[in-house]
């Protein structure tokens, strides 16, 4: 029998203007492609290592755990919950989109009684509403996202710390889609464990999940060891509240052991995945986390600006916005998906639809990370100019590009 063939991989060049996966630059690509080194050698550890003090600075920490989840940022999401929440916790979510219900759900199977504050999607809690909801419920955590890229709000988190520390709350911040893009300062905001991603704001592909937590959270992961090795019960004593953390891979206590100098085995490191984010976080410490998020309310700005004068209204309320991800209502009578297979199929240019209740009502467009530019943004406004254009929509041709132009000073 002959044997099948199969064609060279070949992806096409793509401009990709979602909310992640995003473009990444092409340093990340060749630190990937460098040779494996064993993941006890020294000179891997040292990488390691590295890698942990570049975390810290991402994060804005002094904390002495910062390190990758191998897997999705997910991953790092279920690690950090499954490890601080023990059956039986409650636990308080405040949701203003789809990934509250993730942390929610996550929750849930942790065994959490989960209490959810919702809002509206399109707005974001006042600081008076969580502040209630933390002194009423008094819960054991406290979850929530940081940027919500379905709806494109960001949670304002001053001075939510400060009220968990009153109820003796931890403060669990899933800032995944804000990391390396908008600030997020961990120690100052009193945050106990925060959890980033890779495919986002720091252009590295999706594969791990950066992780970092305090003092007052590890505390909780050494006292369910201790559970787990019978060291706090008396003879023959079984709390039915208090559990060894119920996943292996993903067990934080057993992780950081890993990470730390002891290098307990665990799982086997995925060598390239650190070589990218060591890469990614070196881009992001040479350019500097000021400058960086700079960068990203420059092309914010001046994609906005091409938006508007393009007549597009954008979705949510603008005051709490993020820089990162622009939201916009899909004009009446277009076919929004059929605008994004026209944007993608002629241009090779890639905008996200949205979920639920949003999906089919606006397009999410991204600037994140190495895709956020001058020249992506150009071109998306261009092309997606001509796709109304193409699709009957009415629009005064040319306006959304110079608006932009204006704004970048060309
Ligand atoms: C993208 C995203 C996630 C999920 O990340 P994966 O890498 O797909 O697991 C979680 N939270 C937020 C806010 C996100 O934007």
Redesign the pocket.
């Known amino acids: 029998m002959k044997a099948k063939t199969y064609k060279d991989l070949s992806p096409s060049p793509r401009t990709i203007m979602t909310?992640?996966p995003v473009e990444v630059d092409p340093r990340v690509l060749r630190a990937m492609s460098f040779p494996i080194l064993g993941q006890f050698d020294p000179e891997f550890t040292a990488l390691m290592n590295e890698t942990m003090g570049m975390l810290r600075e991402l994060f804005m920490t002094d904390n002495e755990w910062a390190f990758p989840v191998d897997g999705?940022?997910?991953s790092g999401?279920e690690a950090v919950l499954v490890g601080l929440i023990e059956p039986g916790d409650k636990v308080l979510v405040p949701v203003y989109g789809r990934?509250g219900h993730?942390l929610t759900e996550i929750a849930k199977r942790c065994g959490a009684e989960v209490v959810t504050l919702e809002k509206e999607w399109g707005y974001v809690f006042e600081l008076a509403e969580l502040e209630d909801a933390i002194r009423q419920h008094r819960p054991k955590l406290v979850a929530m996202?940081h940027?919500?890229?379905s709806t494109g709000r960001m949670q304002p988190l001053e001075g939510v710390g400060q009220v968990c520390r009153e109820v003796d709350a931890l403060l669990v911040v899933?800032a995944?889609?804000t990391i390396g893009g908008i600030e997020l300062a961990t120690d100052r905001l009193l945050i106990d464990a925060v959890i980033g991603?890779t495919?986002?704001c720091l252009s590295v592909p999706?594969g791990m999940a950066p992780i970092t937590y305090n003092k007052r959270a590890e505390a909780k992961l050494q006292a369910r060891k201790k559970i787990e090795r019978g060291l706090l019960l008396a003879d023959g004593e079984d709390d039915p509240l208090l559990r060894p953390i119920q996943s292996n891979y993903l067990d934080l206590s057993q992780l950081q052991d890993y990470w730390s100098p002891a290098r307990l085995n665990h799982h086997t490191e995925a060598t390239s995945m650190l070589y990218a984010l060591r890469e990614g976080l070196r881009l992001v410490l040479e350019e500097g986390l000021e400058a960086r998020f700079a960068r990203h309310r420059e092309h914010e700005a001046a994609l906005v600006a091409g938006l508007e004068a393009m007549g597009l209204r954008q979705y949510g309320d603008p005051s709490c916005k993020m820089t990162v991800v622009t939201c916009i209502e899909i004009p009446a009578g277009i076919d929004g998906e059929s605008v994004r297979a026209m944007l993608l199929d002629h241009f090779g240019i890639e905008i996200a639809s949205s979920f639920g209740p949003l999906k089919g009502k606006i397009w999410r467009i991204g600037t994140m990370g190495y895709s956020c530019s001058k020249r992506n943004v150009l071109l998306t406004l261009g092309a997606l100019e001509a796709a109304l254009l193409r699709h009957g929509h009415r629009l005064e041709a040319g306006r959304g590009l110079q608006a932009a132009m204006d704004s970048y000073k060309i």
């Open positions: 909310p992640g999705t940022s997910r999401i990934f993730l996202v940027g919500e890229t899933d995944v889609a991603g495919q986002k999706a």
